[in-house]
């Protein structure tokens, strides 16, 4: 059975920072395409950063310089380093597992208020 699960979500005031992180069971990890994903109330679901099973990462326009994503295939875990974060990254984020098949985890919500 294929499981995603994400963890480190929380409530952070602006310029805060958080570390999420998504471990995979039941898939060989390392030929993954990894990737991030948020969605906020009454939006659509977006790519925040991906990275491929070479490592090769690309992010959206508006986390570049902020956010980094990383993967350690030893653990099955890929990593989302958010720093200075902003109110509009408030949102539920998703890990996605892509290969032959594609696998999403559960969410972790992501609040940045004061």
């Known amino acids: 059975q294929v499981q995603l699960v994400e963890s480190g979500g929380g409530l952070v005031q602006p310029g805060g920072s958080l570390r999420l992180s998504c471990t995979a069971s039941?898939?060989?990890?390392?030929?993954?395409?990894m990737g991030w994903y948020r969605q906020a109330p009454g939006k659509q679901r977006e790519v925040v950063a991906s990275?491929?099973?070479?490592?090769?990462?690309n992010y959206r326009d508006s986390v570049k310089g902020r956010f980094t994503i990383s993967r350690d295939n030893a653990e099955n875990t890929v990593y989302l380093q958010m720093n200075s974060l902003k109110p509009e990254d408030t949102a539920v984020y998703y890990c996605?597992?892509?290969?032959?098949?594609?696998?999403w985890g559960q969410g972790t919500q992501v609040t940045v208020s004061s």
């Open positions: 996605r597992a892509r290969s032959a098949a594609d696998y």
């Open positions: 039941g898939i060989m990890f390392s030929i993954y395409f």
């Open positions: 990275i491929t099973s070479g490592g090769v990462t």
